[in-house]
């Protein structure tokens, strides 16, 4: 986890006279101790975050009002800080999600990076104010501030679930806004399933997005006991949901868990396709600390099986682990890798 300021906190620390007027709430892409530096400046401002693992940094760095799950509790807003996500469409659900707390004539802010999106700041929010200012632009970061003129109609989940069908798995996938895999089956999940074998006993799918292997898994085996984890809020409101659709509801735990931190005991299997991007940058942190650990969370005999792009250097660690690395498929972008312990 990153602990200097990024630079589009370097920029608000331009405008801490502006934002810290009113206590904030603050949303998005938080990747740094911007609390701390709001909270040095002003009134301390609410956190909300879909990140698990900055949920679990920021209350270790003595961070109390910091809310974590898919939407924040009804208490009423004074303003809104929204760090642009990665994606538009988690840029519209945040907005939807947060200013329905917010009364009217409150001030919103919108903040980024300028190749992530902030740009589209004014036309995110003309479905709530009339007029949005760009009120700095620095180290290739932006800030964006409008006036709520409009009431935000109160949030409702399911107006943002999506849907699509695995025809060759029979399953009725649901997804959310940023959820990986969000509007079809990727090519790299689809050669994982295509190079399974029959599983047994205790699973765990690491990284469990939009819940289409966990889903997978128990559709073509009913006995096996299967654990879920992701660090996103709304991935795992998308897994809960897609195992829903598929009457799997009841055969599945599913739930935070920052890398490996938050789960016990070992598995028979652990089966991935791992992220390698964080916002706007690659990330190979998570996967690779999975890699280095996962044979500690197996059963003598248990197995590691996952996909990757096939350029990521990951044959070396699990060797490094595991003693070994079989390359099962390859389909030109991504390739899975097993192991097992010995």
């Given at each position: 986890m990153l602990k200097a300021l990024t630079t589009v906190s370097e920029m608000l620390a331009r405008n801490l006279d502006v934002l810290t007027q009113q206590p904030l709430l603050v949303c998005g892409l938080l990747e740094d101790n911007l609390p701390t530096m709001l909270a040095d400046a002003g009134p301390a401002p609410r956190i909300f975050t879909t990140d698990y693992s900055y949920y679990q940094w920021q209350k270790n760095q003595g961070i109390k009002d910091i809310e974590f799950g898919t939407q924040p509790h009804s208490q009423a807003a004074s303003a809104i800080l929204l760090l642009m996500p990665k994606a538009k469409a988690e840029a519209e659900y945040l907005l939807a999600a947060c200013l329905p707390l917010l009364a009217e004539g409150a001030l919103v802010f919108m903040a980024g990076d300028n190749k992530g999106g902030v740009k589209s700041a004014p036309k995110l929010l003309a479905p709530y104010c009339d007029q949005v200012v760009k009120l700095d632009s620095a180290r290739r970061a932006s800030l964006y501030q409008a006036q709520l003129t409009r009431p935000a109609a109160p949030f409702n989940m399911t107006q943002w679930q999506k849907g699509y069908?695995?025809?060759?798995?029979?399953?009725?996938?649901?997804?959310?806004?940023?959820?990986?895999?969000?509007?079809?089956?990727?090519?790299?999940?689809?050669?994982?399933?295509?190079?399974?074998?029959?599983?047994?006993?205790?699973?765990?799918?690491?990284?469990?997005?939009?819940?289409?292997?966990?889903?997978?898994?128990?559709?073509?085996q009913p006995e096996l006991t299967l654990e879920c984890i992701d660090i996103n809020a709304l991935a795992l409101e998308a897994t809960r949901l897609t195992l829903a659709?598929?009457?799997?509801?009841?055969?599945?735990?599913?739930?935070?868990?920052?890398?490996?931190?938050?789960?016990?005991?070992t598995f028979n299997h652990i089966v991935a396709n791992p992220p390698f991007h964080a916002g706007l940058k690659t990330f190979y942190h998570t996967t690779e600390a999975l890699l280095n650990t996962a044979k500690d969370y197996l059963t003598p005999g248990g197995s590691l099986t996952l996909v990757a792009n096939a350029f990521l250097p990951y044959p070396e660690l699990i060797e490094k682990s595991f003693g070994h690395c079989e390359t099962l498929a390859i389909n030109g972008k991504f390739k899975v890798y097993h192991a097992t312990r010995r």
């Open positions: 069908s695995i025809a060759q798995e029979q399953l009725q996938i649901c997804t959310l806004p940023g959820v990986f895999s969000a509007g079809h089956l990727d090519s790299g999940s689809q050669l994982l399933l295509e190079n399974l074998a029959s599983l047994s006993g205790r699973v765990l799918d690491f990284g469990c997005g939009a819940g289409v292997i966990g889903a997978s898994l128990l559709k073509r659709n598929n009457q799997l509801a009841n055969q599945a735990k599913v739930y935070a868990s920052d890398g490996l931190s938050q789960v016990t005991g």
